[in-house]
Every structure is written in C-alpha cells, then in structure tokens.
C-alpha cells in the first residue's frame, strides 16, 4: 500500500518525503517519484526543491519484493515567500542625517531591518524605524521580513544612502588689532572641504573671496563670521572678533604759564 508524507513548505525550502508505504507479505523493493515534471527519485524518503510557489502533484510508485506495485498522488503546496520593498525619506544628506524607513512589503508580520551603520547601533525590529547618521560615508540597507504563512525573505539595498562630509570652518585674521590709520586685515581662510566662503566683516561688508583682504573705516569691535560651504552643500561657521583702535593725537602747546595752567 503506497503512502508518504510531504508536509507543505516554503519556496527556496527544501521538501523532505516520508515514505509511509506498506508492504504486507514481503518488504519493499523500490521507490519511484515524480514531482510534477520537476524531477524524480527513486530514493525511499527523497528531498526535492520546487522552482516556483503554487500546487504540485507527486506521485509515489511502490514495489515491492514480488513485483507487486500501488500508485498514490498527493497534492503539496509550495508557499510564496513575501515580496519585500522598502524606502527612505532621505537619500542623501549633510551629516547628522537622520532617515524614516517605510516597509512596503506584502504579508509581512515580523521585520529585521539592519541599518548598515557600524557606528552606531541600528538593527531595529520595528516596521517603519528611524536613525540617525552621525559619520559620512555609503549605507547599505538590509531588510529580512516573515510572512503570515510563516516563510522568510531578505532583500538588500547596496549603498542605499549616502552621508555628506561636513567642511570645518576656521580662519585668522592677520593682524587681529590695529588702528584706523592701518585698518587693513588680512583674513587667512583655514577651512576644511570648502568649495565656496561667505565673509561677513561685521560693517555691513561682505566677500565670498576664499582670502579676502579687507578695509575698516570705523573703529571699535567688528565681529567677522565665515561661512564654509562644501561641494555638497554642507555649511559651518565660525565667528572671530577684530579690532580697531581709534588714531592717537597728541597736543603740543605753544605757552607755558608760571602756576602750569597755560
């Protein structure tokens, strides 16, 4: 009596058949399947992998030791796995760069997401988390997920994301004190991954010159603020003060006076 057993499993899953046939008189001689036009076996308990999800009819022929044979077919099923797709509200951006990620998948009940960043740590279980990068670079993004039916599925997004480098801005103004009679400055512009520089001077003068030079005509305080921007577009600042100190007179007078009040 022909019988076996195949229990229903998920695509890319391996189905192991249980041979539960029975031989009354004698023992079994031989074993010969056919999965459906997708192979065969002629093992007694055979493992086989289907190319695609739906029914499939296997078929189980049984010999035994006197030339005696039964056929049986079954009808297993091969189990879609979920169709994974996510996305991200942010692509690229200046550093810190924080991302929503969105789970699009089909029949998804559980979600392991892996973030890519090594920095910090970013695996998350939650359907639709969000992280903050701290440190430029490339990201990729990974996302395994399991369906309803109990079948698991991962898709990966190679450098999905991409983190910008921040410039640094700094400068020296060359001298940082002097009097109007000699209010030239010198600004020597020591920034880090700039492509382009805003000067404002502080007196309503503006350079976007990566060394400017610069004249004051008023004396006192000016607070001088550099704006480093990269190729990229990420910006910093930095604010350095100056001074202008007023001209010195001195009085010489011409008569003196016995008690020195002239």
Known sequence: LADFAGPDACLNDPFVFTDNSIAYSTGLGSWTWDFDGTGNSVSQNPTH?????????VELIVEDLKGCKDTIEKSINVLPLPVIDFMADLLKACAPMTVSFTDMSNDAISWDWDLGDTYNASSYTSQ???HTYTEPGLYTITLNVTSS????NSFTNNNMLEVYYNPIADFIP???KTSLADAIFNFNNTSFNGATWIWDFGDGETSTDEFPVHIYSDTGWHQVSLITISID???DTTLNDVYV????SIFFPNAFTPNGDM
């Open 233 to 235: 577009g990420c910006k």
């Open 149 to 152: 039916l109990g079948c698991s």
């Open 128 to 130: 639709n988390p969000t």
């Open 49 to 57: 992998s289907f190319p695609s999800s739906g029914a499939y009819n």
């Open 245 to 248: 100190a007023p001209n010195f």
């Open 174 to 176: 060359v001298p940082d």
